[in-house]
């Protein structure tokens, strides 16, 4: 370490060479082909529609689930932990960006002494009262960047946990929407199995009455009762489905399951977006899913960080200055007798030993390079997982319409089956086969509902849940 009391001979041509070492960051490339629009398009497209909004789940009109997103955004457990990070990346910005600014120190006592009679002069008072203060500054000349890139990765850290809070509200709202869809639709298949079971019974009785006229067997009235009562076993595992997704909305709002208000599962049909779903082109996804906006504010922290390995090469130089006083008692302390004072520069240079400097160069640019690799792996996974969501949002509503009319074709089967039954002009196997069908139809159209709405749910979730607003080109239909 070297010091210099010459003030003048360094300030001047230090700060006419200020610079900042290490790599500036650039934004990275992302696919060309991201520019146009998605592979999964399908006939339920349109290039008419708005934006979609950040409360993307107002399309579903439902006040309850719109009390419900916001309770969830406001207690969420997860939401309060990345509010606190953000709060956390805030004050550590704050704390680097001080580096900007001269640091000050002040400095001041008093006490209360007496000296033994061999240290005292003859005709000195051997007690008195000593006052000391003093104020010092300090200033680092960012000579080559250090405090510079510093702050550059600490507000990549803070846009960074910014994005990641977006992250979290997505999946919180994507969670809260899921959970309370699902009650609901749990709540149609558990009505649906009902209404299964109840026409079953009836087929068990006519059947038992043609049974006791002796137009038909014990056999045939055994078969239809199994078929009831293997439908009747379903409506155990719907409730308890049902109640799994209570339970999971009372954790998404931050209760305790009992405290879950009777309207959450009040609703017993999902409900139907009623106008189309904006989609974008990849490009605008890229924009505004806040996962691959978080992997973007972490390469560049971790960039500017080898900037802050970089400067470590180079003399760290500091200027500063302090003015005091000591006197014995206030009279004195005010005096100009006893005023102090200081200034001077200080350099520093780890030198010529800088194999350490190297090696947390090394793995500072390790870091970068690892963070774009996360970058990149980001922005494929975020086209991948839209992509996945578009096809399987078109699928699930191409099955649902298949099995609608599925449902409509076994109905009217089955309706002439029992009629023909009860003039005696159908066996048991034909009523049961009927029977049978219609159930089945009855119950796949209720699961093609409740996929539907997952598949609803995932397609926003994919899309960045609109949390950031960006313009649409092509929107898929509900």
Same mark, same amino acid.
């Given at each position: ?63 309850? +689930? ?21 709060? !956390? ?24 002494? !007496? ?24 200033? =680092? ?7 510079? !890139?510093?702050? @550059? ?10 994005? =990641?809070?977006? #992250?979290? !509200? ?8 899921? #959970? ?60 308890? @489905? ?6 999971? +909305? ?12 009777? @309207? ?106 690892? #963070? ?14 839209? =992509? ?22 076994? @109905?009217?089967? #089955? ?33 093609? =509902? ?29």
């Amino acid at each position: 370490m070297i010091r210099f009391q010459t003030l003048s001979m360094w300030v001047a041509p230090l700060l006419l060479s200020a610079c900042a070492v290490g790599p500036d960051y650039k934004a990275p490339p992302v696919p060309v082909s991201a520019a146009g629009p998605f592979l999964s398009r399908s006939d339920a497209t349109a290039p008419d529609a708005v934006p979609v909004s950040a409360d993307w789940w107002k399309l579903y009109q439902d006040p309850v +689930l719109d009390r419900l997103v916001q309770e969830a955004l406001a207690s969420n457990t997860d939401v309060r932990v990345a509010i606190a990070r953000l709060a !956390r990346a805030r004050a550590q910005l704050r704390l680097t960006s001080a580096d900007r600014l001269p640091g000050t120190e002040i400095g001041a006592s008093v006490n209360r002494q !007496r000296q033994s009679s061999i240290q005292s002069s003859p005709g000195v008072d051997r007690e008195n009262t000593v006052v000391d203060a003093g104020l010092s500054v300090a200033y =680092e000349v960012d000579l080559f960047g250090r405090v510079r !890139r510093n702050i @550059e990765a600490s507000r990549g850290d803070y846009q960074a946990a910014q994005a =990641e809070l977006d #992250a979290v !509200r997505v999946s919180t709202v994507a969670a809260t929407t899921r #959970a309370y869809l699902g009650a609901a639709s749990a709540a149609h298949r558990l009505a649906v199995a009902r209404q299964i079971v109840d026409l079953l019974n009836r087929s068990v009785s006519v059947t038992r009455s043609r049974q006791d006229a002796g137009l038909t067997t014990s056999l045939d009235t055994a078969r239809i009762a199994a078929l009831r009562d293997q439908r009747q076993s379903d409506i155990p595992r719907i409730v308890a @489905e049902r109640q799994a997704e209570l339970f999971r +909305l009372s954790l998404l709002t931050g209760r305790a399951p009992k405290d879950l208000p009777p @309207e959450a599962g009040a609703l017993t049909t999902p409900p139907r977006i009623l106008q189309p779903i904006p989609v974008g082109d990849g490009m605008a996804l890229l924009a505004r899913r806040p996962d691959v906006r978080a992997a973007q504010q972490r390469l560049a922290a971790e960039t500017a960080r080898i900037g802050v390995a970089t400067a470590e090469l180079y003399p760290r130089v500091s200027i500063g200055a302090s003015v005091g006083s000591t006197g014995f008692g206030l009279d004195d302390f005010f005096g100009s007798g006893p005023l102090r004072w200081l200034a001077g520069s200080l350099l520093s240079w780890s030198f010529p030993n800088q194999e350490s400097i190297r090696a947390r160069i090394d793995g500072a640019t390790a870091d970068a390079q690892a #963070a774009l690799a996360a970058f990149d792996g980001t922005v494929i996974q975020a086209l991948g997982e839209t =992509e996945t969501a578009l096809s399987n949002y078109a699928q699930s509503l191409d099955r649902r319409g298949t099995l609608a009319a599925a449902r409509t074709q076994a @109905e009217n089967v #089955a309706r002439i089956v029992r009629a023909q039954a009860r003039e005696g002009r159908a066996d048991s196997l034909a009523l049961l086969d009927a029977e049978r069908t219609y159930a089945d139809a009855q119950a796949q159209l209720a699961e093609s =509902e409740a996929r539907v709405v997952n598949a609803q749910v995932d397609l926003f979730k994919a899309l960045g849940g609109g949390w950031e607003s960006a313009h649409a080109d092509r929107v898929v239909a509900k």
